[in-house]
């Protein structure tokens, strides 16, 4: 029979036997409340965040509703850059952009065809400046020579191309003998490549250029005297050499051939 220490300890350890399982089953219970607790912030965050990425894709189609279809950034200003000859207003005029229309939708490339086409004009640069600009920046053709035909008197530049018509011969410019300039005529591009080449002390005396070939260029100076070039290459030497050959009187300077020229 069991003594009544033995007794008491057995229902010590019962009590503590019971306690533990009582804390057993309370932990899970605790874990799942402070899961629960952890879970609610985590859907805050989740829906807050689904907020502002709904607010910024309604910002955005917004904002590309103003800058796309509305004159909220529209063009106010068509400003042109570099003209002297052609008027801005020709330029903008060819430009043909709406006040208005919205700067995003300009096809800068189209507006560039369309200024290009102005016969003073050898390239366009078309460029938007926000918020409300379109800059259209020209380089003009530059007159090298005229040329006489049935088109009457037209102005050339360097690439050869016959752009402008004018009433009378310009003073300071070579005449051009050739039958039918254009920028695709290689004879042309011989002899506008030659003028362009030449310093100024020697243009100025240069009345007429001609070439039936691209190797064979000749410039008839003033006082009656011929330069046979022959073809644009080594332009810079040709040009001094013949400044030398000028010292010496003579009808015809042949530079064709810079190493070994002649006169006669």
């Known amino acids: 029979m069991a003594t009544r220490t033995q007794q008491a300890a057995r229902r010590g350890t019962g009590r503590e036997r019971a306690k533990g399982r009582r804390g057993k089953a309370a932990a899970p219970s605790r874990r799942r409340t402070a899961q629960r607790g952890k879970a609610a912030p985590s859907r805050r965050r989740t829906v807050q965040r689904r907020r502002i990425a ?3 894709v309604v910002t955005l189609v917004a904002l590309g509703y103003l800058v796309w ?30 006040v208005d229309h919205p700067l995003l939708r300009v096809n800068t490339d189209e507006v560039a065809a369309r200024v290009g086409r102005l016969p003073g004009v050898a390239t366009v640069d078309v460029a938007r400046s926000w918020p409300s600009t379109l800059t259209i920046t020209v380089t003009e053709r530059r007159a090298i020579a005229y040329h006489e035909g049935g088109g009457g008197i037209r102005l050339v530049d360097v690439a050869g191309v016959p752009y402008k018509r004018v009433a009378r011969p310009p003073g300071g410019l070579p005449r051009l003998e050739i039958p039918d300039p254009g920028p695709g005529d290689a004879p042309t591009r011989a002899v506008t490549g ?18 039936t070939t691209p190797g064979d260029v000749e410039l008839d100076l003033t006082g009656d005297r011929v330069v ?5 290459h080594q332009n810079a030497e040709k040009a001094r050499v013949l400044a030398v050959l000028l010292t010496r ?3 015809t300077y042949d530079v064709s051939s810079p190493e070994l020229p002649t006169v006669s």
């Open 54 to 56: 709904l607010l910024s």
């Open 69 to 98: 279809f509305t004159p909220f950034l529209g063009v106010s200003t068509v400003e042109v850059v570099g003209v002297r000859t052609v008027s801005g207003a020709a330029v903008r005029s060819a430009a043909a952009v709406p």
């Open 194 to 211: 030659v003028l362009a080449s030449l310093p100024s002390g020697l243009s100025g005396e240069v009345v007429a250029a001609r070439a």
């Open 228 to 232: 046979r070039w022959g073809d644009a």
């Open 249 to 251: 009187e003579a009808t």
